[in-house]
């Protein structure tokens, strides 16, 4: 199975700034990585697929970019709804697989 | 607007089943899988398995594979998951997901979510 690796574990950044957050796979899952949000009370969210393809309605200050074993979640320009907890999930091969979680908190 | 309506919160004694349910509206059921996610407490998301509600075919994550048990009922749009056995291992929140049957290369790209079901398992 491949394995992934999300950091930083913690996240703390004010509004407006920007924040990145990484992920890495065991072996090489091509582009096919997702990204989700998780707040508590909120039904879980995509953001982003394929590495970089931002899901409809996700607000263009998220990005994504890397490919093989290795990706990035850039968010710009931090407003308050966007705090909460990220994970990373590879959708290129069975069994799909999440990284650990970031939390991303407001300093 | 696409919704995945999950049975509430469930409390099992230990060796019991529980059959949990998830509710699809809002979009054409056939044409999307259903996946199962677990989430133990406080910490991180395992893909238990998804099911293919036009023709039943599932697959599970070998983990799973003697935990588990998908279904659908087509004529009331619903998912269900029967967890046999249960020990506190067994104990989580469990999320219906769904993936598009259309779009090549997203068979694992959950594009919305249930709000999950808690099971806890205690005597």
């Known amino acids: 199975d491949v394995q992934m690796t999300q950091s930083p574990s913690n996240l703390a950044a004010s509004p407006g700034e920007s924040v990145s957050i990484n992920c890495k796979a065991s072996k090489s899952i091509s582009k096919y990585l997702a990204w989700y949000q998780q707040k508590p009370g909120k039904a879980n969210k995509l953001l982003i697929y394929s590495g970089s393809t931002l899901q409809s309605g996700t607000p263009s200050r998220f990005s994504g970019s890397g490919s093989g074993t290795d990706f990035t979640l850039t968010i710009r320009n931090l407003e308050p709804e966007d705090f909460g907890l990220y994970y990373c999930?590879?959708?290129?091969?069975?069994?799909?697989?999440f990284g650990s979680g970031t939390k991303l908190e407001i300093k | 607007q696409v919704n995945l309506l999950q049975s509430r919160a469930a409390l099992v004694k230990p060796g019991a089943s529980v059959k949990l349910s998830c509710k699809a509206s809002g979009y054409t059921f056939t044409d999307y899988y259903i996946h199962w996610v677990k989430q133990s407490h406080g910490k991180s998301l395992e893909w238990i398995g998804y099911i293919n509600p036009n023709s039943g075919y599932t697959n599970y994550n070998e983990k799973f594979k003697s935990k588990a048990t998908l279904t659908v009922d087509k004529s009331t749009n619903t998912a269900y998951m029967e967890l046999s056995r249960l020990t506190s291992e067994d104990s989580a929140t469990y999320y219906c997901t769904r993936s598009s049957r259309i779009i090549r290369g997203t068979l694992y790209v959950m594009d919305a979510w249930g709000q999950g079901a808690s099971v806890t398992v205690s005597s």
């Open positions: 999930q590879q959708h290129n091969e069975y069994p799909p697989s």
